[in-house]
């Protein structure tokens, strides 16, 4: 957020723990959000992933990530992402 960066593909595959250092990998999706653009709208990224506002094409922003990260936290404990790509359309 600091640098305006959206990953928008934030998953557990893309998340690499090395000896207590956390990085985050493949930025082939990744756009700039800022002045003069704020928000982005169309759909890339991981569907099991992705907020419901870029699923559906519609504008989102950085917070878009945040959803992600609610996502992998949860896959996290119960070992399965909360929904599958079905319960979006």
């Known amino acids: 957020r600091k640098n305006g960066i959206l990953h928008r593909d934030l998953k557990t595959a893309n998340i690499f723990l090395n000896g ?4 985050i990998a493949d930025f082939g999706f990744c ?10 709208a169309y ?18 922003s950085n917070k878009s ?6 996502i992998i936290f949860y896959e996290m404990l119960t070992g399965e992402v909360p929904f599958k790509k079905s319960e979006y359309a």
């Open 20 to 23: 207590g250092t956390t990085r």
């Open 43 to 60: 759909n890339v990224g991981s569907p099991a992933y992705m907020s419901p506002e870029s699923y559906r094409e519609s504008y989102y």
């Open 65 to 70: 990530d945040v959803w992600s990260i609610g």
């Open 31 to 40: 756009e700039f959000v800022g002045e003069p653009r704020p928000s982005i």
